[in-house]
Each structure stands twice: as structure tokens, then as C-alpha cells.
């Protein structure tokens, strides 16, 4: 991108070109910020999509700690049920 702006001229310098090298600089700017959009976009929706799944992973855990949280329970309800006087 630096060898196609010319960045680091004063601006007198370079309002001196002509019209048409101008109008090219825009271009290469214009294109250049286009690419890096897409390519920060493409990286947000791969974080997006792994945090996803990061999330699942560990909902799909938790889900599992819970039901055999219950089971235990359930269990013990079970045990002191029997265990009472009747």
C-alpha cells in the first residue's frame, strides 16, 4: 500500500499530480479498507462460531452434572424413604 500511496510526501507534492494518478490513490485506499473489512468480518465470524461452540460444549457439562446431580438425589430421597417408619 505504501508504494501505491504515496503517504509519506507532503500534501502539496502530492495534490500536484495529476487528476487521474489521484483518483487511483482513492482507489488503492478505497480497495485496501474494503479487504481489511472483509477481513476482519471473516475473523469475527470464526470467533463468533467458536465461542458458539465453546458455549454448547460446556451447556452440554453442565446438562450432564445436573441430571446426575438429580439421579444422586433422587437416590438419597429414595434410600431415606424407605429407611422412615412407616
Avoid at 70 to 77: A, C, D, G, S, Y
Amino acid at each position: 500500500m505504501k508504494k501505491t500511496v504515496p503517504f509519506e510526501e507532503q500534501e502539496e507534492i502530492v495534490v500536484s499530480h495529476d487528476s487521474i494518478q489521484l483518483l487511483e490513490y482513492i482507489r488503492a485506499i478505497f480497495d485496501k479498507t474494503l479487504e481489511m473489512k472483509l477481513e476482519a468480518e471473516q475473523e469475527l465470524a470464526f470467533k463468533v462460531e467458536n465461542e458458539c461452540n465453546d458455549y454448547e460444549s460446556s451447556l452440554q457439562k453442565l446438562e450432564a452434572e445436573v441430571r446426575q446431580h438429580i439421579r444422586v438425589t433422587v437416590t438419597f430421597l429414595r434410600k431415606l424413604a424407605n429407611k422412615r417408619p412407616g
